[in-house]
């Protein structure tokens, strides 16, 4: 059972509340009672182990014990620029990209590819995302950015990041090697549609980006960006992580 629930209000105080499809979860599927004890965040990076004081019909009151900072983040951050597949397939990648740790998801708009999600269906993807932190720990949500081009990805990624666009094939390095910078600057690594990025996409790139193969078959877009984000994720070794208890 999971005992994490997300506030979309920023915790402040001794009392907390949670209303909607959180405080639907706690009273008619775990029929919580008063006295019971779960851990609240609310996207800042601080939780709160939090006690239940009265459950309303749609409404669960709590008071809050302690604050706790847990960085479970990517750092530097990892963003991923992906042309999302659609319905179940868009679901499970935005789950495990949930778990892996990535800091950013950014709907891919590519000259081969199908409609990104927009508006009410990022709103659905949010609610993937809180489940998904719920279950792993995460205490800030990944962010769903709106879709954009590969050059829009590209000039609005942070400041000394490194570029990495997977494509099969002839001219494309591995992985392994490039994983090394990956430690002291953020990624976005992107990742193309089922027909792959056209030639005008790779050309757009420019020479700071670098065509990275992730070995000689080829996988389907949410497995790509699955092994792409593992491999960066399982080597971050920020040190300065730390845990900090008020
Ligand atoms: N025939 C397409 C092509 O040549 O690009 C295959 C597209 S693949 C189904 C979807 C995306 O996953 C690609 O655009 C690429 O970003 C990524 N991808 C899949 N297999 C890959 C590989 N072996 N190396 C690098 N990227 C790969």
Redesign the pocket.
Known sequence: MSKRFFSEEPLVGERAWLTGSEADHLIRVLRAKPGDQVILFDNSGWEYPSRIIALGRSRVDLMILERRWIDREISPPLLLAV?LPKGERQRWLVEKAVELGVTELIPLKTDRGVAQPLDRALQRLRRVVIEASKQCGRNRLMTICPPRTVAECLAAAPAECEYW?????EG?EPLSPLLGTANSRPVLA????????SDQEIAACGPACRR??????????E??SLAMVSAISLIDRDESRSQRHL
């Open positions: 042309a666009l997977a494509h099969p094939g494309s992107m990742i193309g549609p089922e027909g792959g990025f990275v193969s992730l070995g000689p078959r080829t996988l389907r877009i497995t790509a």
